[in-house]
C-alpha cells in the first residue's frame, strides 16, 4: 500500500525526522516565550476557536482553485477563448493569495507537531512552498504575456501540490495529526466511586479510570475537579502536566485546558476534554459524566 511505502521512505531518512522536530520546536518554543498574545494569535491559527483545525478549511480553497485553474487552463488552449484565459488567471491569482494565510496556518499546526510525523510534516511544508513558488513564477509569465510559460509553470505547480496534499491527507488519516485523540466519552451517567478519598491529596493530580476512560482527578481545598486524563491534541498524559490557574497545560505540546469544564485554554488543542462531576462520599471519590452546559 502507498501509504506505507511513504512511511519506510521516510523512516529510511531520519536526518529528516530530526530536522523536523528540530525546525518544530524551535518555533513552539519562540511562541511560548512570546507569551499571551502570540499563544492567543496561535489559537486562531490552529482553529481553537473554531472548534475544528483552521489549516485543512484554508488547504480546500487553494487546492481547489488551483485544480479549477488547471481545468480552465486547459479549457483555453482547446480553444475556449479569452473567458477561459481570464478564469484560469483569477483562480490562479486566487490559488496563490489563498496559499499564503493557508502556509501560516500550516506552520502553526507543525510547530507542535508529533514526533513521529514530523518527517512527513517537513515535507509537506516543502512541497506546498515549491508549488508556491511555481505558481508565483507562473502569475508574472502571466502578467508579461508569456502564456504558455505561465501555465506550464502552473502545470508543475500543481504536480506538486497534490503530492503535497497527498502528504496532507497521510498527516491527518494515516499519522493522526489533526483528529481527536480522545474516546468519545458517554459513561458513566451515574455515580461511580473511582478511588479512596486518602489517596487523592491536595493538589497532587491523579489519573483514573471510569467507565473504561482515563479520567484526571484534581483536589483543591473542598473541590474535586475531574476531567478527561489524555490530551486530545495527540494523547499526551495529563496527570504529568503543570497545574496552575484551575488550568492543566499537557506536558508534550503545552495546550492547557480549563479543570473546571475540560475547555481548551489555548492550543494546539482545538477539541475540549471530556468534562465530569466529582463528589467525595463516605471516604470515596466518586465521579459521573459532566452533563452539557
Ligand atoms: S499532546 Fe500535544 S498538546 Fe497535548
Redesign the pocket.
Known amino acids: 500500500m502507498l501509504n506505507l511505502k511513504v512511511d519506510s521512505l521516510f523512516e529510511r531518512v531520519p536526518a529528516l525526522k530530526e530536522a523536523g522536530v528540530k525546525v518544530a520546536r524551535a518555533i513552539h518554543e519562540q511562541v511560548l516565550a512570546a507569551g499571551e498574545p502570540v499563544r492567543e494569535v496561535m489559537d486562531v491559527l490552529h482553529g481553537t476557536w473554531l472548534g475544528h483545525p483552521l489549516h485543512p478549511v484554508l488547504t480546500d480553497v487553494v487546492v481547489g482553485a488551483f485544480s479549477l485553474g488547471s481545468l480552465f487552463d486547459l479549457a483555453s488552449l482547446m480553444g475556449g477563448g479569452s473567458s477561459a484565459r481570464r478564469a484560469a488567471d483569477v483562480l490562479t491569482a486566487v490559488g496563490t493569495a489563498s496559499a499564503i494565510p493557508t502556509a501560516i496556518t500550516g506552520l502553526a499546526d507543525f510547530s507542535?507537531i508529533p514526533r513521529g510525523a514530523a518527517a512527513h510534516g517537513l515535507t509537506h511544508a516543502a512541497a506546498n512552498s515549491t508549488a508556491l513558488l511555481f505558481y508565483l513564477l507562473s502569475l508574472a509569465a502571466r502578467k508579461n504575456g508569456e502564456r504558455g510559460k505561465g501555465i506550464a509553470l502552473s502545470t508543475a505547480g500543481m504536480v506538486v501540490v497534490t503530492a503535497g496534499a497527498y502528504l496532507g491527507g497521510h498527516l491527518v488519516f494515516s499519522k493522526r495529526v489533526g483528529v481527536d485523540h480522545t474516546e468519545r466519552v458517554t459513561e458513566p451517567q451515574d455515580w461511580v466511586a473511582v478511588m479512596n478519598e486518602g489517596d487523592l491529596l491536595q493538589q497532587e493530580p491523579v489519573r483514573t479510570e471510569a467507565a473504561g476512560n482515563g479520567v484526571l482527578l484534581y483536589r483543591s481545598g473542598d473541590r474535586v475537579l475531574a476531567v478527561g486524563a489524555t490530551?486530545p491534541?495527540?494523547?499526551?498524559p495529563l496527570e504529568e502536566g503543570a497545574f496552575y490557574d484551575g488550568c492543566v497545560q499537557?506536558p508534550?505540546?503545552?495546550?492547557v485546558f480549563n479543570l473546571e469544564d475540560g475547555s481548551v485554554v489555548h492550543g494546539?488543542?482545538i477539541y475540549a476534554l471530556p468534562a465530569y462531576e466529582a463528589r467525595l462520599r463516605g471516604g470515596r471519590v466518586e465521579v459521573r459524566l459532566a452533563k452539557p452546559a
Do not use: Y
Open positions: 507542535a490530551c491534541h495527540a494523547g499526551g499537557c508534550w505540546h503545552d495546550s494546539p488543542a
